[in-house]
């Protein structure tokens, strides 16, 4: 064999020898790797479940908390308004405590979290900044208090019965029974109309008339049925008047005051009255059947 096929030899025992470690190296690499994995499952998964179950039954004791202590401001009389604000605040710094609980079990050191929201306050603040500006909000209507629950308020085109106030929003019912969430930033942001501190509300009701009957007769006819109503309040002079035009009849507009606690009750009966009204006035109703040309009452 010549020097050249030696050579040869030489260097491909090399390379295969190099192939070898190599796959070994891998080898025992992902071996440690596995190790490493399944050590750090051993570690973590038993505090997983633990804090798992620390915010479980955490979160189910502050269920119950909220409950006594919420008896217990009840029983302070400081106002429905106050006490389901207070409610609202110590429900959430309890629960904010279960949590950092639960983060320490897992290995979250507070320190190091403090540090990074710290850090990253800013970033958060602007992201929360309406979130904040709610709560904000809903301490300026706590302590100035420009409605309370009960009260018959509306808001732009919100209109309801306050029923509860939280740190960041208010609950409204509206007569049709609905239920309005609305942002304590928006509550203060835009003008409110507070019908409670009023001590009524006008009702806005439309009826109609033929353009044959006289106006002043129909108009009469609905003073005397407002009268007839146990909900009107009469501290205020009703409004009756042509609101518009149809093409087969007039659009009147009967706007009587009201206790805003009856709203419904007064409406139905109101325009129960006019309907009766009408009818023994013997005041026809137009039908809008074809083109029908008829003459216009004074």
Same mark, same amino acid.
């Given at each position: 064999?010549?020097?050249?096929?030696?050579?040869?030899?030489?260097?491909?025992?090399?390379?295969?020898? +190099?192939?070898?470690?190599?796959?070994?190296?891998?080898?025992?690499?992902?071996?440690?790797?596995?190790?490493?994995?399944?050590?750090?499952?051993?570690?973590?998964?038993?505090?997983?479940?633990?804090?798992?179950?620390?915010?479980?039954?955490?979160?189910?004791?502050?269920?119950?908390?909220?409950?006594?202590?919420?008896?217990?401001?009840?029983?302070?009389?400081?106002?429905?308004?106050?006490?389901?604000?207070?409610?609202?605040?110590?429900?959430?710094?309890?629960?904010?405590?279960? %949590?950092?609980?639960?983060?320490?079990?897992?290995?979250?050191?507070? #320190?190091?979290?403090?540090?990074?929201?710290?850090?990253?306050?800013?970033?958060?603040?602007?992201?929360?900044?309406?979130?904040?500006?709610?709560?904000?909000?809903?301490?300026?209507?706590?302590?100035?208090?420009?409605?309370?629950?009960?009260?018959?308020?509306?808001?732009?085109?919100?209109?309801?019965?306050?029923?509860?106030?939280?740190?960041?929003?208010? #609950?409204?019912?509206?007569?049709?029974?609905?239920?309005?969430?609305?942002?304590?930033?928006?509550? #203060?942001? +835009?003008?409110?109309?507070?019908?409670?501190?009023?001590?009524?509300?006008?009702?806005? %009701?439309?009826?109609?008339?033929?353009?044959?009957?006289?106006?002043?007769?129909?108009?009469?006819?609905?003073?005397?049925?407002?009268?007839?109503?146990?909900?009107?309040?009469?501290?205020?002079?009703?409004?009756?008047?042509?609101?518009?035009?149809?093409?087969?009849?007039?659009?009147?507009?009967?706007?009587?005051?009201?206790?805003?606690?009856?709203?419904?009750?007064? #409406?139905?009966?109101?325009?129960?009255?006019?309907?009766?009204?009408?009818?023994?006035?013997?005041?026809?109703?137009?039908?809008?059947?074809?083109?029908?040309?008829?003459?216009?009452?004074?």
């Amino acid at each position: 064999m010549d020097e050249q096929e030696q050579d040869g030899l030489t260097f491909g025992d090399e390379a295969v020898s +190099n192939a070898s470690l190599s796959e070994t190296l891998s080898v025992e690499k992902l071996q440690k790797y596995s190790s490493d994995f399944m050590d750090w499952l051993v570690v973590f998964v038993p505090k997983l479940f633990l804090a798992l179950l620390v915010l479980w039954i955490g979160f189910k004791i502050v269920d119950k908390l909220s409950k006594i202590v919420g008896v217990g401001i009840e029983k302070s009389n400081l106002g429905l308004e106050v006490t389901e604000f207070l409610k609202s605040i110590m429900t959430t710094l309890m629960k904010v405590v279960v %949590l950092a609980v639960a983060a320490s079990i897992i290995g979250i050191k507070m #320190t190091a979290l403090f540090g990074l929201l710290a850090a990253a306050g800013f970033a958060v603040g602007m992201a929360l900044q309406g979130f904040m500006g709610n709560f904000a909000s809903g301490l300026t209507i706590l302590f100035l208090k420009p409605y309370k629950v009960g009260d018959w308020v509306s808001v732009e085109d919100s209109f309801g019965r306050v029923r509860t106030i939280q740190i960041f929003n208010t #609950t409204l019912e509206t007569p049709n029974d609905k239920t309005l969430v609305i942002p304590n930033g928006q509550m #203060t942001d +835009n003008v409110i109309t507070n019908y409670s501190n009023m001590g009524n509300l006008r009702l806005d %009701l439309n009826v109609t008339m033929p353009y044959a009957e006289s106006f002043p007769k129909v108009k009469e006819v609905i003073y005397t049925a407002l009268k007839k109503s146990q909900y009107v309040i009469w501290d205020k002079e009703p409004k009756i008047g042509i609101e518009s035009y149809d093409s087969h009849f007039i659009i009147l507009a009967v706007r009587p005051y009201i206790d805003p606690n009856n709203y419904w009750d007064a #409406t139905y009966e109101i325009l129960g009255l006019i309907k009766a009204a009408f009818s023994e006035a013997d005041i026809k109703a137009a039908y809008s059947e074809g083109v029908e040309l008829g003459p216009i009452g004074a």
